[in-house]
């Protein structure tokens, strides 16, 4: 992977055909660094939100230790990747045959699931091991963020007893997890979801090794401004704190976004204008699901080695493919005199991004750069903004 300074120099030196994606690993440190080091529990990283083999190294060099891992193929991963890594599989409706190659062949010992059937299914997989974590996974709301959770998986409270008691018989240790959705935009999420534990908990009246708030640690976009990382954290562990368990239970979180958000960006060249309508070499089918599907506006600058003193206008993009849907509404804000030929750096799309990405119609590239200047600032500049700041051009 070559190394540039910054998303302009490289867009100005190579003039790139092909969208490229620039990867910031100081930024991916930091975030790692920063959670460890401040979530009052374990922290274990969301394979899925970002699976690059690079990430992953860089991860376990600052401190990630854990991997929370969704199928046999990132269990296979990691193990290949990060051979001293722990991994726990927390897909809660896991392939017999995934479960026992995870368990003998890649030393799993922690294994999630919301039914009696999974539970069972797990013990014929491993044979009836007696090493097992065992988490049951609790439904909880996904009403503070911005993608749910909350209807594919999880145990309601009122059918939990059975299955923790189930569980607690089978399991070495016994874990409670749970996830509030995806970019939680308040800490109530992870306050109301406790509340649900501690009911579940009661009624069950079994001893809980392990609390594994799960994912869902918001990263900030244009329009999206969580509270610092900090609140979730402070909220997350005096509700931890009060809870009916023992002294020596565990915290665990599983943070995908909030680990590799920032980690990379990608450059886009703009192929056609038509009004405000960009048509760019990327999209829906490539890095760009969530700006497509989900309508996210995420932080873009044009790459101009001389800056001009256009005002700011809003557009939106189409992508390379030959499909309608292929479309991010944005609004994305830019330089009123943009035009075809310019590049324009896309940011924040470390994760989810990257990982989405499909060859459709035959677009797309894995052309990769390092850069090591700062990540684009996430601030949505507004509809008013006069001129073109020096930072953005
Ligand atoms: N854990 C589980 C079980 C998940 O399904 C996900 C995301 O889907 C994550 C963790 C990571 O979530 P996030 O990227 O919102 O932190």
Redesign the pocket.
Known sequence: MAEHHSALGLATALRPVQPVTLVRPHAARRAATFFTEKFPGRC?Y?V??NPSPDLLQLLWESGVTHY?V?SIGEVRLVSRTLPQATLCF???VKAEEAIAEAYFTHGVRTF?LDTIEELEKIMRATRGAEDLTLCV?LRVSSDL?K?S?AAK?GAELDDVKELLFATRQAADALGI?F?V????MSPDAYANAMEIVRAAIVEASVTVDVIDV?????STYPGMEPPPLERYFDAIHRAFESLPISYSAELW????????AEYSSLIVRVEKRRGTELYINDGAYGALFDAAHMGWRFPVKRLREVPTASPYEAFSFYGPTCDDIDHMAGPFLLPADIQTGDYIEIGMLG??GAALRTAFNGFGSDETHIVNDEPMDTLYLGDTHESEPDRVV
Do not use: I, N
């Open positions: 274990m969301a899925k939100a929370d969704a927390m897909h809660p999630s996974r963020s993608l959770l998986f997890c996830h959705g995806s970019q939680a799960g994912g869902g640690f918001p979180a599983e943070p995908g976004r909030a680990l590799c994760a989810y």
